[in-house]
């Protein structure tokens, strides 16, 4: 039998390598055949999750809510200490320099990453914005919605942080963050399918001590952190109700 590993395609494009590295390193470990699809959008990887397509998945936390409460997904490792954070950055030549500088009718730059979104549109409450009331397109990457801010067709773009401080030196001379979200704990994190238990505890280990594995301490340093920690289903369960909470 063969499962299907995906990662939220929200990752930095100069890191698809390291994740079919990672998933040659996983299937060796785990004595288990694994095949590594990556979609170019959430709307491709959502279908495929319906569909029942996916096993084990490095997921967002949006969707991570899905696959928790409707699907039977469980939760085994997330980076250690990293958290998901938001940012909305506008041109360094707008004359905006804080939240409140945006008024109605502004038009705002944003991908179909859901829990970004969730962030960013709360930090936008302080100058009374909302859905209602401001222009917003979505961009298939947050390259294209940098791109928006730089020739002048959006006023401001929500980011994942950690893809905002991927882009080019060209593109972060050309924009500047206004505000950055700090939640804390919000993750990305590995859920594995009902289909995949037989193997949760074998593959939690794996990743758990994978810092301490020669080829793996190499990998892991690639997908952009030092190691994974244990992520409970209670911890996870608390982050989704909070997310709810804040929506």
């Given amino acids: 039998m063969t499962y299907q590993l995906t990662v939220s395609p929200d990752f930095p494009p100069e890191r698809i ?33 319906e569909a029942g397509k996916v096993d ?33 950055a506008v041109s360094t030549e707008s004359g905006i320099n804080c939240v409140e500088d945006l008024k109605p009718g502004c038009h705002i730059a944003s991908t179909d990453d859901k829990d970004v979104h969730m962030m960013c549109m709360i930090m936008l409450e302080p100058a009374d914005l909302t859905a209602s009331n401001i222009k917003l397109s979505e961009h298939p990457s947050y390259v294209i919605v940098a791109k928006q801010l730089m020739n002048g067709t959006a006023d401001a773009g929500f980011f994942y942080q950690q893809s905002f401080d991927k882009m080019s030196k060209v593109i972060k001379s050309a924009i500047k963050p206004i505000v950055t979200s700090q ?13 995949f238990a037989e193997h949760h505890d074998a593959i939690q280990q794996v990743l758990l001590e994978m810092h301490n594995d020669e080829k793996g301490k190499v990998i892991v340093k690639e997908l952009g952190f030092d190691s994974w920690e244990e992520q409970t289903q209670e911890d996870t369960e608390f982050m989704i109700d909070l997310m709810d909470t804040l929506v």
């Fill in 183 to 195: 939640i804390s704990v919000i993750k990305h994190m590995f859920l594995v399918s009902p289909r």
């Fill in 56 to 88: 084990i998945i490095y997921v967002n936390p949006y969707d991570a809510t899905n696959l928790v409460r409707e699907k039977g997904f469980e939760a085994i490792a997330a980076p250690k200490g990293i958290s998901d954070e938001a940012i909305i």
């Fill in 17 to 49: 390598a390291s994740w079919f590295v990672f998933n040659t390193w996983l299937q060796k470990k785990l004595g288990v055949n694994i095949h590594l699809e990556l979609y170019n959008d959430f709307e491709s990887q959502h279908q495929a999750m």
